[in-house]
């Protein structure tokens, strides 16, 4: 049979020993007679679930105390309201502005949502030129006083990823969008105010929305902001205020489990390297395909390419289908295809799509 390999930008490919797992515990949890999904979230079982996801969490990313970590319902795109409804408030002058730099498809849709809530800067854009970077930050024109500045770390779409958080001056409370790289690098939390991101990538099933706020910044939410999403009230009740997505919670937790079995994220980080190095070599053999992004800004997760010859795109993929590499299609604003190599990717599936780019290009 062949083997398959899910290249899909999200709901992603989990790791098989998870999936395993899960399916085993399915229908009787640690001889509980219940499944996860049966259990109240105020359980001890699904407690004990819940306290180990949040401890594991804050190992692998070494999420310093004076960090709450949150697991929440809405997704990234619910976090663009939820993010301002609870920020604005650090503001110096209201109404608020919030600054951002726009390096893609997902920053953008964090500005119009924003621009609901608050006045939006854009302090600095690489839409001009095709979104192929990130604008130098000596060049962001940052507001005194604005209530943070929000970042997309790795732009899913356009392939676009930070190699480390910007250097601006102190005091800049940085809210980033880590969607879709989290867990693949290791990061130094304290650079950031606020981490955001949706779990159907690195992390687990849709439905689950991870934050990690920093706690000084807790307190400020609009008056509009929904209790289930005011931070504030979801840290104080340890994110059991309203039902948290429990089932997400718990394949999360297996996720979590199964990095640090894989040698936590600095190990992946490693693996990672390797694989986005064989990759892009492959793409950039010769001008068969062609990856737009300057590569000192490529990501290592989230890699869109394009045929020189648009005309093959449906016998590439066709191609690519039959030799079980699923879900290549690029994202429906851009064309052309994409191969998302989150941490569940194992070398070999990398290995098999560049032996077929190799096969399809003729050489
Ligand atoms: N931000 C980034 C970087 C994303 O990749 C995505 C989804 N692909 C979103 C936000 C939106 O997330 P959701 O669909 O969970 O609302």
């Given at each position: 049979m062949t083997h398959i390999y899910n290249f899909s930008a999200g709901p992603a490919v989990l790791p098989k020993e998870v999936l395993a797992q899960a399916a085993f515990e399915m229908q009787d949890w640690h001889g509980s007679g219940m499944s996860v999904m049966e259990m109240?979230?105020?359980?001890p079982e699904f407690i004990s679930i819940y306290k180990q996801a949040v401890a594991d969490l804050r190992e692998l990313l070494a999420v310093p105390d004076n960090y709450k970590i949150l697991f929440l319902q809405g997704g990234g795109l619910g976090e663009n309201a939820i993010i301002p409804m609870n920020l604005a408030g650090l503001a110096a002058q209201q109404p608020a502005t919030v600054d951002f730099v726009h390096t893609g498809s997902w920053s953008g849709k964090s500005i119009q949502e924003a621009a609901k809530y608050a006045n939006v800067?854009?302090?600095?854009?690489s839409k001009a030129a095709h979104f192929a970077g990130v604008p130098p930050v000596s060049e962001w024109k940052l507001t005194p006083g604005a209530a943070y500045l929000h970042i997309c770390t790795n732009e899913t779409i356009d392939g676009v990823e930070f190699q480390q958080a910007p250097n601006v001056p102190a005091g800049t409370t940085i809210v980033a969008d880590m969607s879709s790289h989290i867990l693949s690098r290791v990061i130094d939390v304290s650079q950031y105010g606020v981490i955001f991101g949706g779990a159907q990538k690195n992390i687990g099933p849709a439905g689950l929305t991870l934050v990690i706020v920093r706690e000084d910044l807790l307190g400020k939410a609009l008056p509009i902001c929904p209790s289930a999403f005011d931070w504030t009230i979801v840290a104080e009740h340890e994110s059991m205020y309203n039902t948290p997505p429990t089932y997400g919670i718990y394949i999360a937790g297996l996720v979590f489990q199964w990095l640090k079995r894989q040698g936590g994220v600095a190990a992946m980080e490693q693996r990672n390297i390797e694989k986005a190095a064989l990759l892009y070599a492959a793409l950039d053999a010769d001008d068969f395909y062609q990856n737009r992004v300057e590569p000192a800004y490529r990501s290592r997760m989230t890699i869109p390419f394009y045929l020189r010859d648009e005309s093959l795109n449906d016998a590439f993929l066709a191609g690519a289908k039959q030799r079980g590499l699923l879900q290549l299609k690029g994202h429906k604003s851009v064309g052309g295809m994409r191969a998302s190599i989150y941490n569940a990717m194992p070398i070999e599936g990398v290995q098999a799509l560049v032996n077929y780019l190799n096969e399809f290009a003729g050489r």
């Amino acid at each position: 049979m062949t083997h398959i390999y899910n290249f899909s930008a999200g709901p992603a490919v989990l790791p098989k020993e998870v999936l395993a797992q899960a399916a085993f515990e399915m229908q009787d949890w640690h001889g509980s007679g219940m499944s996860v999904m049966e259990m109240s979230h105020r359980g001890p079982e699904f407690i004990s679930i819940y306290k180990q996801a949040v401890a594991d969490l804050r190992e692998l990313l070494a999420v310093p105390d004076n960090y709450k970590i949150l697991f929440l319902q809405g997704g990234g795109l619910g976090e663009n309201a939820i993010i301002p409804m609870n920020l604005a408030g650090l503001a110096a002058q209201q109404p608020a502005t919030v600054d951002f730099v726009h390096t893609g498809s997902w920053s953008g849709k964090s500005i119009q949502e924003a621009a609901k809530y608050a006045n939006v800067n854009v302090a600095a854009s690489s839409k001009a030129a095709h979104f192929a970077g990130v604008p130098p930050v000596s060049e962001w024109k940052l507001t005194p006083g604005a209530a943070y500045l929000h970042i997309c770390t790795n732009e899913t779409i356009d392939g676009v990823e930070f190699q480390q958080a910007p250097n601006v001056p102190a005091g800049t409370t940085i809210v980033a969008d880590m969607s879709s790289h989290i867990l693949s690098r290791v990061i130094d939390v304290s650079q950031y105010g606020v981490i955001f991101g949706g779990a159907q990538k690195n992390i687990g099933p849709a439905g689950l929305t991870l934050v990690i706020v920093r706690e000084d910044l807790l307190g400020k939410a609009l008056p509009i902001c929904p209790s289930a999403f005011d931070w504030t009230i979801v840290a104080e009740h340890e994110s059991m205020y309203n039902t948290p997505p429990t089932y997400g919670i718990y394949i999360a937790g297996l996720v979590f489990q199964w990095l640090k079995r894989q040698g936590g994220v600095a190990a992946m980080e490693q693996r990672n390297i390797e694989k986005a190095a064989l990759l892009y070599a492959a793409l950039d053999a010769d001008d068969f395909y062609q990856n737009r992004v300057e590569p000192a800004y490529r990501s290592r997760m989230t890699i869109p390419f394009y045929l020189r010859d648009e005309s093959l795109n449906d016998a590439f993929l066709a191609g690519a289908k039959q030799r079980g590499l699923l879900q290549l299609k690029g994202h429906k604003s851009v064309g052309g295809m994409r191969a998302s190599i989150y941490n569940a990717m194992p070398i070999e599936g990398v290995q098999a799509l560049v032996n077929y780019l190799n096969e399809f290009a003729g050489r």
